[in-house]
């Protein structure tokens, strides 16, 4: 089955219809569209039960949605058609979906683990408070803009967060065995996210085939701000960093608020939270690459 989110930004038929005659070598193939936010979800528990192969073509919150609905160990595949498409250039794929597609069906696999954060699946990254914020800000906005578009957006909005909070975001957190930190970050593989064509390194040990990693920021202040900025585009400098809790191959992350924050997966806003407990789930699916 492949499943296609009309909404995503670069779904359109005549792309739909390239994409179905590129994936033809994997078998028999039926389509079925998304109707409305979580739909994903039904449909992969759908097609789980009853295909070989499950594929989707989004962005990164409907192959969010398929991760969990799935309900059995069947080869799964993402095809880029989002702003960001994190998840597929994570795993080496091309960012046009009919390139994209083309080697999937060539039918090699390679099984990766999955975050979960209270009960919900995550590919590549979560977090709580400072970057769920800046998703909140963004979905608030809409999601059918152009990627350059998106990502002068996305630099924008995360300049006037910042500037709301005069740049200093104090100890807020408490994550369990490491303290008191502003934000926590929490990767299931490298890079974090994407800016334009540049990885984000904000974890840069995490793999996909490991436990999660933990950046958390004792506290962030102007002074700071260039050097925290380094570390994710170099990816190096936060493991070591004396004013930065950082974790590698973690099965398990507590984090208690005194207040309710934003909390994200994989771009998708949750919703406030006062407690997100982060489990890996290793080995836990078999992606198509």
Known sequence: MLIVNPSASGVDDARVGEVVAALAPLGRLEVRATE???HAVELAREASREAETVLVLSGDGGFNEVLNGLARDVRVGFLPAGGTNVLPRALGLPRDPVAAARRLAAGRTRRISLGRVNGRRFAFAAGVGLDAELVRRMEALGRRHGRRER???VAWIALRLLAERRVHLPPALEVEGHGRVAFALVANADPYTFAGPLGLHVAPEARFERGLDLVAPRELRARSLPRFSWYALTGRGQA???DVAYGHDLDRIVVHT?????LQVDGEDLGDVTEAVFEAERDA???LV
């Open 151 to 153: 990502d002068l957006r």
């Open 285 to 287: 699916v078999r992606v």
């Open 240 to 242: 070591s960093a004396p």
């Open 36 to 38: 409305r936010p979580g």
């Open 258 to 262: 005194e207040t309710p924050v934003p």
